[in-house]
């Protein structure tokens, strides 16, 4: 996968998914946090129907099935040849890399943790079907082939508001003790604060909270 820069993630407006076609998140970028709540390491290797709307599981299945067909219904799980890499035979079909039927545009709707959404947020996802290379799966047969992955972009379906974007280019994330002291920050927070986390720990949490907000900030620990 070509390294896509910081600064890039950050001008995109949603985040870089990659799901193999058994249903595992093998990759999705550091702002998915941004857009649906959780951190990279809470779905990096996880699976990715715990995260997506019941009612669209069937659909997302099916979109990761190369020929559009969910993988229970598949006969045979699939075969590689050795001798040409840029084909992914399905089925005794040739199918090239290039070939539009790869090609992934649709709706979906994931679990979201942040306050202004309702428990889930529609996300376009477009993207194609590609080898995983360096991930051979073993057949029953003991042969090997590449498995299988969707490679996409996540947007949210409705663009956020300009007040939206400014906010969630502030937002951090930190951990305290029940004294607020504080115990860890995100990098996010380190940029915007422009403590290191060592710094914050020397300090008490309410050094960085309002006069005014100090009260509300004491009766919710």
């Not at 058994?22 to 951190?39: C, E, K, M, N």
């Not at 099935?65 to 079909?93: C, F, H, I, K, R």
């Not at 993207?127 to 090997?144: A, C, D, T, V, Y």
Request: proline share 4%.
């Amino acid at each position: 996968m070509t390294i896509i820069l910081f600064g890039s993630l950050q001008a995109l407006n949603g985040f870089v998914v990659v799901v193999t076609c058994d249903g595992l998140v093998f990759y999705a970028s550091h702002t998915i946090q941004d857009y649906l709540g959780f951190q990279q390491s809470d779905v990096i290797h996880q699976g990715v129907y715990e995260l997506i709307h019941t009612e669209d599981r069937a659909e997302f299945r099916r979109q990761l099935s190369w020929n559009m067909q969910p993988l229970e219904e598949t006969a045979d799980p699939g075969q590689v040849s050795a001798n040409n890499n840029s084909v992914v035979p399905y089925n005794g079909v040739m199918c090239p890399e290039g070939s539009m039927v790869l090609e992934r545009s649709f709706v979906c709707r994931f679990r979201c943790l942040l306050d202004n959404s309702s428990g889930f947020l529609a996300l376009h996802i477009t993207g194609r079907i590609k080898q995983l290379h360096g991930q051979n799966k073993k057949l029953e047969s003991g042969e090997r082939y590449p498995q299988l992955a969707l490679f996409a972009i996540a947007c949210p379906l409705q663009p956020p508001s300009i007040v939206e974007i400014r906010t969630k280019n502030m937002i951090f994330r930190t951990k305290h003790r029940l004294d607020f002291s504080p115990l860890s920050v995100d990098q996010k927070g380190k940029a915007v604060l422009g403590y290191t986390e060592k710094e914050l720990q020397a300090r008490s949490g309410y050094q960085f909270v309002h006069f005014a907000d100090t009260m509300y900030c004491a009766d919710s620990h």
